[in-house]
């Protein structure tokens, strides 16, 4: 859980750098890839080629190309639709995704992990927003396509870590998670992007740098690393971790309206529902699969 606790702290802050210095300002395409670029250019030093099984590459590459790639290009273009609130607010079904993936790749279905997942999006949901504009249900389904990609991903990952024999440490292996979006976002890029709106001020540019290297490059290794340690149900809760963790940056540092009695009671939903999966779920999994 640390790993992931660290890295929902970090990502707390990009939220609302995104939706206040990028979003409508630099191009989205531009910013995925230079994202995507800079934290492949930090794992690069660390790659390994010869000893590393063409299959796992491709594997990588794949679940990189959804996590960060694909997810990425519905995320920012999801600034362009919704407040930072509104974006948060939407996260709220990863969860959902996360299990159900999980579960699937694993040819069972755990309802018990569902428990803790659905009461962590009742959490989030109750972290309500007013002003919804036009762009509510466009907004909503980018946001959803997001999701889901960040959830096959991780999953992705955490699956292929646990059936696939890697001997290597795995910094040495996830340049190739970052090489496979760097492939999604070259192509996004070049067919959609505008090289008219690139970062103009030492702000955006200094932003774009801190997401690539840290939020990215640190950030995404971090959290699928975290994610081979837990269970699904503990990796569902920490997806809506990130919504309270997002709105109290937003607030504190943007000084946003906000329903703050909402967003604490959401809050410790969530937090409810972190400590039934590590108290409860836990055991009434391990209990169903060895009956089974």
């Not at 995507?36 to 080629?49: D, E, G, N, T, Y």
């Not at 709106?197 to 290297?213: A, S």
Request: charged share 10%; aromatic share 14%; with cysteine.
């Amino acid at each position: 859980m640390g790993y992931l606790s660290a890295v929902t702290l970090l990502w707390a802050f990009s939220f609302s750098l995104i939706g206040v210095y990028l979003a409508g300002q630099v191009d989205s395409w531009f910013s995925v890839l230079m994202r995507v670029a800079l934290a492949s250019i930090v794992f690069l030093p660390f790659l390994k080629f010869r000893e590393v099984d063409k299959t796992l590459i491709a594997k990588l590459m794949t679940v990189g190309g959804f996590q960060l790639g694909l997810m990425y290009c519905f995320y920012y273009q999801s600034f362009l639709l919704l407040s930072v609130p509104e974006v948060l607010l939407f996260t709220v079904f990863t969860p959902i995704y996360v299990t159900l993936i999980y579960d699937l790749l694993k040819g069972r279905f755990s309802p018990w992990y569902l428990v803790s997942a659905v009461i962590a999006v009742i959490g989030a949901a109750l972290i309500k927003f007013a002003g919804i504009n036009e762009n509510f249900l466009l907004g909503f389904l980018v946001v959803q396509g997001a999701n889901i990609c960040f959830a096959i991903g991780q999953v992705g990952y955490k699956y292929i870590m646990e059936k696939t024999p890697v001997e290597l440490p795995q910094h040495t292996v996830f340049g190739y998670f970052y090489l496979g979006a760097l492939c999604v976002a070259l192509t996004a890029f070049a067919l959609m992007g505008n090289i008219d709106k690139l970062p103009t001020t030492q702000t955006q540019w200094g932003i774009l740098v801190y997401l690539g290297v840290i939020a990215s490059g640190l950030g995404y290794f971090a959290w699928n690393k975290g994610a081979t340690m837990v269970n699904a149900g503990a990796l569902a809760v920490m997806n809506n971790a990130l919504v309270p963790a997002g709105l109290i940056v937003n607030i504190v540092i943007w000084n946003r309206d906000v329903d703050l009695t909402r967003l604490a009671l959401g809050g410790a939903v969530i937090m409810l529902s972190l400590w039934i999966n590590e108290t409860w779920v836990k055991k009434k999994v391990a209990k169903s699969y060895q009956s089974a």
